[in-house]
């Protein structure tokens, strides 16, 4: 299977701070990537879609401004907190697919913890 | 709306025994299915999908899973559980929409007795 990379694994940082998230696809082209927000004990909420080259498509109740996603080329997408608050702690998860409605490749994850 | 739905939050079977996770999904065409699995702090790893043929179908560990379209559902099934599967499996529904986007299922947390 496809491998995508997450970085850091963990973080942790204080309040007003922002955090970026690295996700990259390693050995293949991920023509869209996803970033999922998982609560403890609970499923993937997704966040947000993005496709290279083009703006982030944000899902209803997700700040844009709050968590900014890039996708500036087919092996790698950003998610970055902006000024981070403790509600903002969280694992996020990206993934990456090679087409439409293909098997989605997820990353190792990334836990945010924010003081 | 679409929907995924993982009726058991926790399912607790001995080691050795078989196992059958609930999947039901509403979708208004024939949808892309998954079941993924993961481990505490971990990432998910996909176990098996079904896009079309063939309605069972085998994947890794020793898993499998059946479609059935009258039903609705989708549900994953292993003869004899190893301690190493006790982990958070979730049922997921890709390509809702003519989209990427995926909907999961809130899970279901296997817990194996020794």
């Known amino acids: 299977g496809a491998v995508v990379s997450q970085h850091p694994s963990w973080v942790i940082c204080k309040s007003g701070t922002s955090v970026k998230i690295e996700c990259r696809s390693l050995d293949f082209q991920a023509t869209t990537m996803f970033w999922y927000r998982q609560f403890p004990k609970q499923s993937l909420m997704l966040m947000a879609t993005s496709n290279e080259g083009s703006k982030a498509t944000y899902e209803q109740g997700v700040e844009k401004d709050k968590f900014l996603i890039n996708h500036a080329s087919l092996t790698l997408s950003t998610l970055t907190v902006t000024s981070a608050h403790p509600e903002d702690s969280s694992f996020y998860i990206c993934?990456?697919?090679?087409?439409?409605?293909?098997?989605?490749?997820f990353g190792e994850g990334s836990r945010l913890t924010v003081l | 709306a679409q929907s995924v739905t993982q009726p058991d939050i926790h399912i607790t079977v001995s080691e050795g025994a078989s196992l059958e996770l609930r999947c039901n999904y509403s979708y208004g065409a024939t949808p892309y299915l998954f079941w993924y699995v993961q481990s505490p702090g971990q990432g998910l790893q996909l176990l098996l999908k079904y896009f079309s043929g063939d309605t069972l179908v085998q994947g890794i560990k020793g898993f499998e899973a059946e479609f059935k379209r009258s039903q609705s559902s989708f549900n994953l099934r292993k003869p004899s559980v190893h301690w190493s599967d006790a982990a958070e499996y979730f049922c997921a529904v890709g390509g809702v929409s003519g989209t990427y986007k995926y909907i999961f299922g809130t899970g279901t947390r296997l817990k194996v007795l020794a």
């Open positions: 993934s990456g697919s090679r087409r439409e409605g293909g098997e989605l490749f």
